[in-house]
T-cell receptor, first 111, second 116 residues
């Protein structure tokens, strides 16, 4: 079963704009991770945020976590054509030895 | 960084045959490996979790007799799709977790299986 739900399911923006994707989940977690997947390819790990953290940055990426609302957001600033991909959040539920993926957001950067 | 490989990267097989997919951790020891399946334009669905030296734990709805998982060493896990059918055609991705870094999983590049 899937724990996370990304919103929106698809997003098209102009190059240079910021892209924001949201993820909501259902149960208590140890951490939440964001991944990128180019079409037909494997996953690229972007960032991990632990349940006791509220915000994390990595380059042009900014991730927030609100455990009271069971939600996370991924912000990509100054988007580039190479950012076109699907983005997934994955949660590590407490007391479960696995991570569960959301349905993903398909991001398309328009030139 | 930690690298996970999968072999083959793609395979085409005939309906009714079996196919084996390998997942290897190249520069670390993986006490736990995970197998996922991904259909086109969909997310990754966890199929099973395997711990080295013990039987795999399958997710609800995944047939253990059809998807045989073996995790015989700390660097290798295999997934065998037995008596494959066209509906088994999918992208299969493994991930591995290093015992010293419990939070992170490292993903393989995936294997595309097409059953004709």
């Amino acid at each position: 079963s899937q724990q996370g739900e990304e919103d929106p399911q698809a997003l098209s923006i102009q190059e240079g704009e910021n892209a924001t994707m949201n993820c909501s989940y259902k149960t208590s977690i140890n951490n939440l991770q964001w991944y990128r997947q180019n079409s037909g390819r494997g996953l690229v790990h972007l960032i991990l945020i632990r349940s006791n953290e509220r915000e994390k940055h990595s380059g042009r990426l900014r991730v927030t976590l609100d455990t009271s609302k069971k939600s996370s957001s991924l912000l990509i600033t100054a988007s580039r054509a190479a950012d076109t991909a699907s983005y997934f959040c994955a949660t590590a539920p407490r007391e479960k030895d696995k991570i569960i993926f959301g349905k993903g957001t398909r991001l398309h950067i328009l030139p | 960084g930690a690298v996970v490989s999968q072999h083959p990267s793609w395979v085409i097989c005939k309906s009714g045959t079996s196919v084996k997919i390998e997942c290897r951790s190249l520069d670390f020891q993986a006490t736990t490996m995970f197998w996922y399946r991904q259909f086109p334009k969909q997310s990754l669905m966890l199929m099973a979790t395997s711990n080295e030296g013990s039987k795999a734990t399958y997710e609800q709805g995944v047939e253990k007799d059809k998807f045989l998982i073996n995790h015989a060493s700390l660097t290798l896990s295999t997934l065998t799709v037995t008596s494959a059918h066209p509906e088994d055609s999918s992208f299969y991705i493994c991930s591995a977790r290093e015992w010293t870094v419990a939070d992170e999983q490292y993903f393989g590049p995936g294997t595309r299986l097409t059953v004709t």
